[in-house]
């Protein structure tokens, strides 16, 4: 790893400063592509899944980097279900053999992520904290939990991936302020509001297809 971060060097060569702390070209083409994203998601738009690709692994080499191991990994695994995500947009379909479209979970389903999220957090923190040199096993260990779901959720339509995200983006803010990761944090400031848009528009979706 430390071979492949070295002969990517010039991508993490400094593009400027932000509150004292150097930016990185490849946090800087991550932000833009990461953006670009979610706009693509709000509109239920595919090529929302090859920006994500793209993004995930340039954030996986800037967190491994940084020693976010548990936010690293998931960005491998986000470079994954893109390629999932972009299927399952383009060709996948619901229970019923339908085309997929912006829909609701059930109330048992919207317990069963709960429950599934609460128990895998704390296993991958205690993971983090005993097989790796994180400073912050467990505040990593929470959003890479939650953003497992919301992106399953994103990538079947489900409405409620998008107040996962909300809470994901809210306690990423924290943890990459305390990281230095200071685009990285404008970044997820900004998907906060974007997450609540992106809400709105999918309930849109919702109304329109119900009085279709």
């Known amino acids: 790893m430390d071979a492949l971060l070295l002969s990517l060097q010039p991508l993490f ?13 490849a946090e800087l083409i991550a932000f833009v592509l990461a953006v670009w994203m979610v706009i693509c998601n709000m509109r239920v738009h595919a090529l929302a899944w090859p920006l994500a ?28 279900l893109s390629i999932w995500g972009w299927w399952q947009w383009l060709r996948g379909t619901a229970d019923d053999g339908s085309a997929l479209r912006v829909r609701l ?29 994180s400073t912050v096993p467990y505040w990593d260990a929470f959003p890479t939990v939650a953003s497992l779901l919301g992106q399953w959720l994103l990538g079947r339509k489900y409405q409620e991936n998008w107040s996962v995200w909300i809470i994901v983006n809210t306690v990423s803010v924290a943890l990459f302020a305390y990281k230095g990761y200071w685009l990285t944090v404008v970044l997820y400031a900004v998907f906060i509001p974007m997450s609540m848009a992106g809400w709105r528009a999918w309930q849109r979706q919702l109304i329109k297809t119900a009085h279709a």
């Open 105 to 133: 979970l059930s109330p048992r389903g919207r317990l069963t992520a709960i429950a599934l999220t609460l128990l895998a957090w704390p296993a991958l923190g205690l993971f983090l904290a005993r097989q790796t040199d």
């Open 13 to 25: 060569a400094s593009a400027f400063e932000l509150l004292g702390s150097p930016i990185t070209w």
């Open 53 to 80: 690709f793209i993004s995930s692994l340039l954030y996986f080499l800037l967190f491994w980097s940084g020693k976010l191991y548990g936010e690293a990994s998931l960005q491998l695994v986000f470079a994954a």
